[in-house]
């Protein structure tokens, strides 16, 4: 099975800083198609997950450009260009390589 | 608009079964895969099970293999988990998810909460 690491587990972010959450995954997750499908997800308190970024870089609709992904192969970044309140929550990274998996959770809070 | 609706979710004993039903509607159910993903109380998300759009292909997380079994009736336009010989470890909200393609989970559920206790 493919083992998603995320790192930090938590963070905790003044408001309109930059931050920053990596995601290594055990194998590379290049599909034979060329595309690589690392996805981030976000989940506010008592609310379902919701799709932030697909793979790698592309935001999601009505995602706000203040997300960021990037990276290859077993290396992968979801930055957050200016951190507001709104983005409290517990984010996760996902490969959709074989078998989903899914990254332990990087909580962030605002300082 | 697209929406999932789960429901099924209740108070189960060690060795017992559970049927949950997720109702789509807002797109065409049968272009999609359709995944069940579940969260522990206070956990993360573990990825449960997928089933392709005509329900030919299926897979299964290991913990799941041999006592879930996902299936889909595109006329109802809904997804199922049946879930047997239930652990203690299988007590998680469960959520319904659409899957645009290799996990690309687009549109979720609300969940429904499975509690496995005697």
């Known amino acids: 099975d493919i083992v998603m690491t995320q790192t930090p587990l938590s963070l905790s972010v003044t408001p309109g800083q930059p931050a920053s959450i990596s995601c290594k995954s055990s194998q590379s997750l290049l599909h034979s198609d060329g595309k690589t499908y690392l996805y981030w997800y976000l989940q506010k308190a008592g609310q379902s997950p919701q799709l932030l970024i697909y793979?790698?870089?592309s935001r999601f609709s009505g995602v706000s450009d203040r997300f960021s992904g990037s990276g290859s192969g077993t290396d992968f970044t979801l930055k957050i260009s200016r951190v507001e309140a709104e983005d409290v929550g517990v984010y996760y990274c996902m490969q959709g390589l074989h078998l989903w998996t899914f990254g332990q959770g990087t909580k962030v809070e605002i300082k | 608009e697209v929406q999932l609706v789960e429901s099924g979710g209740g108070l189960v004993q060690p060795g017992g079964s559970l049927r949950l039903s997720c109702s789509a509607s807002g797109f065409t159910f049968s272009a999609y895969w359709m995944s069940w993903v579940r969260q522990a109380p206070g956990k993360g998300l573990e990825w449960v099970a997928n089933i392709k759009y005509l329900g030919d292909e299926k897979y299964y997380v290991d913990s799941a293999k041999g006592r879930f079994t996902i299936s889909r009736d595109n006329a109802k336009n809904s997804v199922y988990l049946q879930m047997n010989s239930l652990r203690a470890e299988d007590t998680a909200v469960y959520y319904c998810a659409r899957d645009v393609k290799f996990g690309e989970f687009d549109y979720w559920g609300q969940g429904t909460l499975v509690t496995v206790s005697s």
């Open positions: 793979e790698v870089s």
